[in-house]
C-alpha cells in the first residue's frame, strides 16, 4: 500500500497565480479530508469528503479556495488567486470511512496522512 | 464548536527525563486519538481511546482517557532522541460527527 499520495511536494508561486494540489487516497477509503497547517493555526480541517461528496466546506477560508473530488481515487485543492497569507502545509488524508462514531473504537475513523504539499507564495 | 487545547506547546527535556503533554476538551469526546509528526514530516496515528478512564501502552509511551472523557495525556517515560516530534491529541465530539478536531500539538525537544 502506497499510502496516501500528494503532489507537489513543494511548490513556490507568485502572487495572484493558480495553485493545484493532488492528492490520491488510500485504495477503498471512503472519506478524504484536506487540511491546511500554520504555525499560528495549526491544523485546520478545510473540507471533507464522503464517497466522493463534500460534506462540509465550512473550513475553507475564502472563494478562492475550492476542492473536487471526480473519482474516488483522486482530489484536488485549487487555490485561485493565491496570496501570500496562503503559504502553509497542505495535508491530505483519508479514513476507511465516513461513519466514524456508529463503531468508535473500530480503526475506520483513523486517519491517514499524505506527506504534504509546502506552499510558498511571494 | 468544539475546542481542543494543548499543553505545553513546547517542552525541551534532557534525554532519560520523562515528558508529559496535556489535551482539553471543551466538549465531551466520544474518543481520542494521538498523532506524532516527526520535524519535516505528516502527523502519523499513534493510538486511540474510547472508554472513560483508559490507558493504553506502547512501551515507554502511556495513554490516559479521563474519566468525564474531556482530557487526556500522554506521558513518555526516559525520553529518547527518536521521541522528538509534535504530539497532536484529536476528538470526535458526538455522535454522527465526523470532524476529528485537532489540539495545537505539543512539540518535544531532546537535548542528547
Known amino acids: 500500500d502506497a499510502g496516501v499520495i500528494q503532489s507537489p511536494r513543494h511548490e513556490v508561486t507568485e502572487m495572484g497565480q493558480e495553485v493545484t494540489l493532488r492528492c490520491k487516497p488510500i485504495?477503498?477509503?471512503?472519506?478524504l479530508f484536506w487540511y491546511r497547517q500554520t504555525m499560528m493555526r495549526g491544523l485546520e480541517l478545510l473540507i471533507y469528503?464522503?464517497?466522493?461528496?463534500?460534506?462540509?466546506d465550512s473550513g475553507m477560508p475564502e472563494d478562492r479556495f475550492s476542492a473536487k473530488m471526480p473519482n474516488a481515487s483522486f482530489s484536488t485543492l485549487k487555490i485561485q488567486p493565491s496570496e501570500p497569507r496562503d503559504s502553509a502545509v497542505y495535508f491530505c488524508?483519508?479514513?476507511?470511512?465516513?461513519?466514524?462514531?456508529?463503531?468508535?473504537?473500530?480503526?475506520?475513523?483513523?486517519?491517514?496522512f499524505g506527506a504534504g504539499s509546502r506552499l510558498t507564495v511571494l | 464548536g468544539q475546542q481542543v487545547m494543548q499543553i505545553p506547546q513546547y517542552q525541551h527535556v534532557q534525554e532519560g527525563e520523562d515528558f508529559t503533554t496535556y489535551c482539553n476538551s471543551s466538549t465531551t469526546l466520544s474518543n481520542i486519538q494521538w498523532y506524532k509528526q516527526r520535524p519535516g514530516g505528516h502527523p502519523v496515528f499513534l493510538i486511540q481511546?474510547?472508554?472513560?478512564?483508559e490507558v493504553k501502552k506502547q512501551k515507554r509511551l502511556t495513554f490516559q482517557f479521563g474519566e468525564a472523557k474531556k482530557n487526556s495525556s500522554l506521558h513518555i517515560t526516559a525520553t529518547q532522541t527518536t521521541d522528538v516530534g509534535t504530539y497532536f491529541c484529536?476528538?470526535?465530539?458526538?455522535?454522527?460527527?465526523?470532524?476529528?478536531?485537532f489540539g495545537k500539538g505539543t512539540k518535544l525537544s531532546v537535548i542528547p
Open positions: 481511546l474510547v472508554k472513560s478512564g
Open positions: 485504495s477503498g477509503h471512503n472519506s
Open positions: 469528503f464522503n464517497n466522493n461528496v463534500p460534506i462540509d
Open positions: 488524508a483519508s479514513s476507511p470511512t465516513g461513519q466514524p462514531l456508529h463503531s468508535p473504537d473500530s480503526g475506520a475513523n483513523v486517519l491517514t
Open positions: 484529536a476528538g470526535y465530539s458526538g455522535a454522527g460527527s465526523y470532524q476529528l478536531t
